[in-house]
């Protein structure tokens, strides 16, 4: 691909609500494809296809390359929206629209280059940098393999993270971006859970990237990537982890809301062995009224969350992004809980291979296990900063 000025530079007349409303419709698709999906391994193309059409990965491409540059707030009803729908398929579009914000985040001439033919990329992105880089003219030499690569059976970028090693001697993590046809996927994801994503492992042999497709992931984490000079809108001077651990948790939230609904309507159906009704009975009656408050409680907590992080953006502190973390973290348990008391009133049915709720189960269970949603290191962190202690290295907020 030749580095050229963008083609669709004509501000797009989609708006949030109209975002919004296409996502929501696609809410029955991704539920009626999830069994296939998971039997796939990956989400299927299909649909894949449908939320392209409907422009979701557009939703934070900058609208100088075509894109919509709608912010957090559509982000939000969007990925709780396709999380209804399927927890893999909604974790590999969130992040398919998160990692376009990334690449907006890299220097213009790359970002010129990278949307001159379309007007967003399907790229995993693989934070752990547990490559090998090193400095050469005019760019950077890596070898490597990354772990959960979600998002690269439909890729057409990647973006690897690796750390450069300074002549100082100081670390400085970097995101890298190499086309698909330069790494290698490995058949790994084996699971129980999520299996959906397809979240392969990714093998780079001795590429060679450009400078410019390099970005101190340090500038981005606090707000202050070349995105925030290149671009006017208040999205780019966003800090890194609220919206990487918001495409995450929304999933979460998503089937949550669905396992209630499934519960409700069952309820009305379910005969007892003594021939009662499910729903006569006062412990069901309790158990869905506490499970739809949890549900709330979340869902305000995180909408609480994403106003703040509008608000604040790069202004924002250690202390706010840790705080912002741990909410994140605590929301995921919640949610993962509320579909385990769901589940467990649900009674033997709920197991059956061909019901939704033992396959959420399994997806928030394998969710809950992101790095991101360590609740214990984030509340130690949090609660370090409110006493004014300093953190240990290796905090990532």
């Keep these: ?23 929501r419709a696609l809410i029955p698709l991704l539920a009626e494809h999830a069994a296939e999906a998971e039997r796939l391994r990956k989400p299927v193309d299909s649909v894949i296809k449908a939320l392209e059409e409907a422009e979701i990965y557009k939703l934070m491409v900058p609208k100088c390359y075509g894109g919509l540059e709608l912010d957090m707030d559509t982000f939000f009803e969007v990925g709780v929206a396709l999380g209804e729908g399927d927890a893999s398929t909604a974790w590999v579009s969130n992040f398919y629209i998160e990692h376009n914000w990334i690449f907006s985040q890299f220097p213009e001439p790359f970002q010129k280059e990278l949307f001159a033919s ?24 890596i070898n490597g393999r990354w772990q959960w690569g979600t998002g690269v059976m439909h890729g057409d970028w990647v973006i690897p993270a690796a750390t450069e090693i300074r002549p100082d ?13 330069e790494v290698s996927v490995e058949d790994t994801w084996y699971v129980d859970g ?13 590429a060679f ?8 992931m340090r500038e981005m984490m606090s707000g202050h990537g070349p995105g925030s000079h290149l671009h006017a809108g208040p999205l780019y001077r966003t800090p890194m982890m609220p919206i990487l651990t918001l495409a995450a948790t929304m999933p979460a939230l998503g089937q949550a809301k669905t396992a209630l609904r499934l519960f409700r309507d069952r ?3 379910r005969v007892l062995l003594d021939a009662s009704k499910q729903l006569d009975r ?7 009224a506490r499970a739809e408050t949890e549900v709330c409680q979340t869902e305000l907590l995180l909408r609480h969350l994403v106003d703040d992080v509008c608000a604040k953006r790069n202004t924002a502190t250690l202390e706010d992004r840790a705080r912002w973390a741990t909410q994140l ?11 385990q008391d769901i589940v467990e009133a649900s009674g033997a049915h709920a197991h059956f291979q061909d019901s939704p709720l033992q396959r959420t189960q399994r997806d928030l269970n394998t969710l809950a296990c992101h790095f991101v949603f360590d609740l214990d290191g984030k509340l130690e962190s949090y609660g370090r900063l409110l006493l004014g202690q300093e953190l240990p290295g290796g905090a990532l907020f």
């Design 194 to 206: 999520m299996i959906a994503t397809g979240s392969n492992d990714v093998v780079i042999d001795d």
């Design 1 to 23: 691909m030749s580095a050229r000025e963008p083609q669709n530079t004509q501000p797009p007349s989609t708006t949030g609500p109209e975002l919004v409303k296409r996502a």
């Design 169 to 181: 001697g100081r670390p400085e993590p970097r995101w890298f971006a190499l086309p698909i046809s």
């Design 329 to 339: 973290a605590m929301s995921v348990q919640q949610c993962k809980k509320v579909v």
């Design 267 to 269: 309820l009305t159906e």
């Design 118 to 141: 379309r007007s967003y990329v399907l790229a995993p992105a693989m934070i752990s940098p547990t490559a090998t880089v090193r400095p050469e003219k005019g760019g950077f030499r």
């Design 282 to 288: 006062s412990a069901s009656r309790m158990r869905l």
């Design 209 to 216: 990237i450009p400078e410019e497709r390099a970005v101190s």
